[in-house]
Nanobody
């Protein structure tokens, strides 16, 4: 059974940083892409960043977070990370870790964690 547990969310001031972690169990972690989604109230869920399977050389970033967010993975520890810097008010959302159905960052995702809230005050 796939299980994804996020941690690291919180409240920060604009310009601050947070590091989100995702602990994964129940599947062969290194064989699948991992993604970070976010959803703000009244808005659709969007893919923020994703890392491909294996060594994670292929990555995807939403345009609005490029240069500020960094996605990574640790296959030995079955964990994915999202380092967020220079946070902006518009980054406020619930952030979800997700397991891809394939090896590539841009593809379908089939399992999501429960999410961790990130709140940025201006």
């Amino acid at each position: 059974q796939v299980q994804l547990i996020e941690s690291g969310g919180g409240s920060v001031q604009s310009g601050g940083s947070l590091r989100l972690s995702c602990a994964a169990t129940g599947f062969s972690f290194r064989d699948y892409a991992m993604g970070w989604f976010r959803q703000a109230p009244g808005k659709q869920r969007e893919l923020v960043a994703a890392v491909g399977a294996a060594r994670g050389e292929r990555k995807y970033y939403l345009d609005s977070v490029k240069g500020r967010f960094t996605v990574s993975r640790d296959n030995a520890n079955k964990a994915a990370y999202l380092q967020m810097s220079d946070l902006k008010f518009e980054d406020t959302a619930n952030y979800y870790c997700a397991k891809g159905r394939t090896m590539v960052p841009i593809g379908p995702y089939d399992n999501y964690g429960q999410g961790t809230q990130v709140t940025v005050s201006s």
